[in-house]
Structure formats: structure tokens, C-alpha cells
């Protein structure tokens, strides 16, 4: 028997059925694959859009940031200039002053004045000799050094405080 003549009667409608069905099945299946792959591919998409606005906005405020920052360094950078610039003259007219003491062309001089020492007074020879009441005495030469370097020392603390209130503002 030939098989066009087996497939008469109900088995080749069911043979037709059963082809059909699979080609129908197979349509279906390629078709929802293809719309699957173009929702994976639009939100790949809307995930790239995502990305690229975060990065951009990213690098805006990266941007701003590095702005701020460099306006603040330059702020602190003035203040420093003013604060040290102002320490470095007085620096100079410091050494110009060490300068004049050490060639003798100025004098340090130190207001005293003298009074009855705590061990008993002065007798009365001894005040005829000295200097009177207000009178200037001159700074011990050995004293210098120290006077200077407490003079620098107060200059440049004093400095380093400004900047720091400057910085803090």
C-alpha cells in the first residue's frame, strides 16, 4: 500500500494536523524569540542611557567640585602670600636691625629703673655711681640673640594665626 493512500481517512487529517501544528509551533516559537530579542535589546539600550546620563552627571559635578576646590586653594594661597609675605619683611627688617646692633650704629635699649634691692637696699655709695631712676640701660650683648630670636618667634606665629583664621573664614 502506498502511503498516500495510508494517509486517507482520519490519519491524514491527523498527519495535516500534526504538521501544521509543529509548523505553526515552530512559527510561534521563532517569533517570540524575535520579540524577546527586541526587549532585550531596548533595555539594553535604556541601560546605556541610564549609564551615560550617570556619568555625565558624574563628571558635571566632578567638575564643579574641582572648580570649588581650586577657588578655595586660591583663596588660602592669597591669604597664605599675605600672611607670609608680611613675615618674610619683617624678617628682613629684623636681620637689618641684628645688623645695625651686632655694627653698633643702634643700640638695644631696655627702660629700667632701679630701686632698693630685696637683700637689704643699696647703700648709699653705690647709688651715687649708677644711673638714675628711668634712665635707659643697654641690652646685654649676650641677651641679643634671644631677643631677636623671641622677636622672629612672635612675627612668625603671629603670621601663622592669620593664615589659619584666614583659611578657617
Given at each position: ?9 482520519w ?16 512559527t ?7 520579540r ?5 535589546a531596548?533595555q ?16 558635571e559635578?566632578?567638575q ?10 586660591e ?18 627688617e629684623?636681620?637689618?636691625l ?11 635699649r631696655?627702660?629700667?629703673s632701679c630701686?632698693?634691692a ?5 647703700s648709699?655709695?653705690?647709688?651715687a655711681?649708677?644711673?638714675?631712676n628711668g ?16 622677636r622672629?618667634?612672635?612675627?612668625r ?9 584666614v583659611?578657617m573664614?
Amino acid at each position: 500500500m502506498p502511503i498516500w493512500t495510508a494517509l486517507m481517512g482520519w490519519k491524514g487529517y491527523a498527519a495535516a494536523t500534526l504538521v501544521g501544528a509543529l509548523v505553526a509551533g515552530g512559527t510561534a516559537w521563532t517569533a517570540q524569540g524575535w520579540r524577546k530579542d527586541l526587549r532585550i535589546a531596548e533595555q539594553q539600550r535604556d541601560q546605556a542611557q541610564r549609564v551615560a546620563d550617570a556619568q555625565r552627571q558624574a563628571r558635571e559635578i566632578l567638575q564643579r567640585r574641582h572648580a570649588e576646590v581650586g577657588q578655595i586653594n586660591e583663596r588660602n594661597a592669597k591669604a597664605e602670600w599675605a600672611a607670609y609675605g608680611g613675615l618674610r619683611s619683617a624678617q628682613i627688617e629684623d636681620d637689618r636691625l641684628r645688623a645695625d646692633v651686632d655694627a653698633g650704629s643702634q643700640r638695644l635699649r631696655v627702660q629700667a629703673s632701679c630701686g632698693p634691692a630685696a637683700g637689704g637696699g643699696v647703700s648709699a655709695a653705690g647709688t651715687a655711681a649708677s644711673v638714675g631712676n628711668g634712665a635707659r640701660a643697654e641690652l646685654d650683648p649676650a641677651a641679643r640673640s634671644t631677643y631677636f630670636a623671641l622677636r622672629a618667634g612672635i612675627r612668625r606665629l603671629t603670621a601663622q594665626l592669620e593664615a589659619c583664621q584666614v583659611r578657617m573664614r
